[in-house]
């Protein structure tokens, strides 16, 4: 099914992404410690590097997920519409039938009422003779 698919994939994104906040908030008190006992340039710009680049993968992944889960909303509206259109047909092939059982007890009526009427006029002639 399409729409357990995106949830699980939806699902698997939030957990990168929060995976890769988590990571940034180590690099981020790792840097701190070491602001605080002295750091080489070098170093510093590493750590700098690697929240900016973390920040651009955790920008995308955020778009991703908006993404999917506007994919989502979409196959949940496009389920929902299949499932009223189900039913309404179910509906009508319910009518239908009750349409057709009401035609056929109908005719059963009518035949038999032409044939008790037929008896009567025949045991009428009978009797008249």
């Avoid at 940034?24 to 680049?53: C, P, V, W």
């Amino acid at each position: 099914m399409r729409l357990a698919e995106k949830i699980r994939q939806l699902r698997a994104q939030e957990e990168e992404i929060q995976r890769l906040i988590q990571q940034r908030l180590e690099n981020e008190e790792k840097l701190h410690e070491k602001m605080r006992g002295g750091i080489q340039a070098g170093e510093y710009l590493i750590y700098k590097q690697f929240g900016e680049d973390s920040f651009q993968d955790l920008s995308q992944k955020e778009a991703k997920k908006q993404h999917r889960m506007r994919e989502i909303a979409s196959e949940r509206e496009a389920l929902t519409g299949f499932m009223r259109e189900r039913k309404m047909l179910e509906k009508l092939r319910e009518k239908r039938s009750k349409k057709f059982i009401y035609q056929v007890e109908k005719l059963e009526q009518k035949d038999s009422d032409e044939r008790v009427i037929q008896q009567y006029q025949t045991n009428s002639k009978e009797n008249h003779l």
